[in-house]
C-alpha cells in the first residue's frame, strides 16, 4: 500500500469519534515520503473524514530552517509553510504544526507521526501535576507498546516556540536514551505518537489513553504507584517482549 494510502487510513481510525482521540478539525499526521518530503494534514481537514486532498506534501528542509529564522511574524510563517509545499499548485496547506511532524519524522526510526488530543490524556496534561502524572510506568504492556519512558513539554505557544520546546526535549530524550521516543506529551496541548508504521502509531494512541485513564483513577486512591525502573528495564528488555512487540505491529520477530 502506498504511503498516502497508508496515512489516509491511519487518520481516519485516529479520527473515529468513538476513540475521543480528536473532535473537529484537531489533530494531524504525518508520513515521511522520502529523505526530502513527507505527507502532512492540510490544515482544516477532518481526520474522520480526510481523503487524499487532505494531505499536502511538504519539504523537510525549508520547514526545519523555519526554527532558526529568528523572530517570524504569523503572516511569515504562513507563507513560508506554502513554500515549502512540494508542488506549490497543490491543493492545501500545511498547518502550523507542520514544523512538530518535520521534527519527529527526521528521528532515526520514524515513518508516521501522529498527533491527537485526547481528553484522556489532557486531563492529566492540563492538571497541576501534568510531568509528575507521566513520570513512569504502571503496567507492562504500557512498557511494551509506549516504550520505557515518555518525553515531556512544557506548554509553549503553538508554532516555533513550541518546536523548539518540542525539538528540546527529544533531543535530551535522544542524548538519554539514544533512541527516538514513541510518545511526547505536551502540557495543556495533547500528545504525539511516534513510529515505524502506521499500526504502532494507532496502538501507541490507544495504549497511552489506557494508561491516562488508569493513572487519573489511581488519584482517587492516593497517587500511582509506579513500576520500579530495574522492572520496566527487564521488561523493555525481555526477548518474548521484544517478538510480542514486533507481532502487535505485524512485523516479523527478530531474535
Known amino acids: 500500500m502506498a504511503v498516502l494510502e497508508q496515512l489516509i487510513e491511519l487518520t481516519r481510525r485516529l479520527g ?13 499526521t504525518s508520513a515521511r515520503v522520502d529523505e526530502e518530503t513527507f505527507w502532512v ?10 481523503g487524499p486532498d487532505g494531505f499536502v506534501q511538504v519539504r523537510f528542509a525549508p520547514v526545519r530552517e523555519m526554527l532558526d529564522a529568528g523572530e517570524l511574524s504569523d503572516e511569515e ?13 497543490a491543493p492545501g496547506h500545511p498547518s502550523i504544526e507542520a514544523l512538530l511532524h518535520a521534527l519527529a519524522l527526521s528521528l532515526p526510526g520514524v515513518n508516521f507521526v501522529g498527533h491527537t488530543h485526547p481528553v484522556a490524556v489532557n486531563a492529566l496534561m492540563c492538571s497541576v501535576r501534568a510531568e509528575e502524572a507521566i513520570s513512569g510506568r504502571i503496567f507492562p504492556d504500557e512498557i511494551v507498546v509506549c516504550g520505557p519512558a515518555p518525553a515531556y513539554v512544557p506548554y509553549a505557544d503553538p508554532g516555533i516556540p513550541l518546536a523548539r520546546a518540542v525539538w528540546k526535549s527529544l533531543s535530551g530524550f535522544m542524548d538519554e536514551h539514544c533512541t527516538a521516543p514513541k510518545t511526547v506529551y505536551i502540557q495543556s496541548h495533547g ?7 502506521p499500526v504502532e502509531v494507532e496502538n501507541i494512541t490507544a495504549m497511552a489513553v489506557k494508561a491516562a485513564r488508569i493513572v487519573a483513577g489511581t488519584y482517587a486512591l492516593g497517587g500511582p504507584r509506579f513500576m520500579p525502573q530495574r522492572d ?16 502487535l505491529v505485524g512485523q516479523p520477530p527478530t531474535d
Request: glycine share 6%; aromatic share 2%.
Open 77 to 89: 510563517i504562513k507563507d513560508r509553510l506554502i513554500q515549502a509545499k512540494a508542488d506549490p499548485r
Open 41 to 50: 494534514k492540510a490544515s482544516g481537514s477532518s481526520m474522520r473524514t480526510i
Open 16 to 28: 473515529e469519534p468513538a476513540n475521543d482521540f480528536v473532535i473537529l478539525g484537531e489533530g494531524n
Open 191 to 197: 500528545l504525539i505518537a511516534l513510529a515505524g508504521n
Open 232 to 247: 520496566v528495564e527487564r521488561i523493555h528488555t525481555r526477548p518474548d517482549e521484544h517478538r510480542r512487540r514486533a507481532k
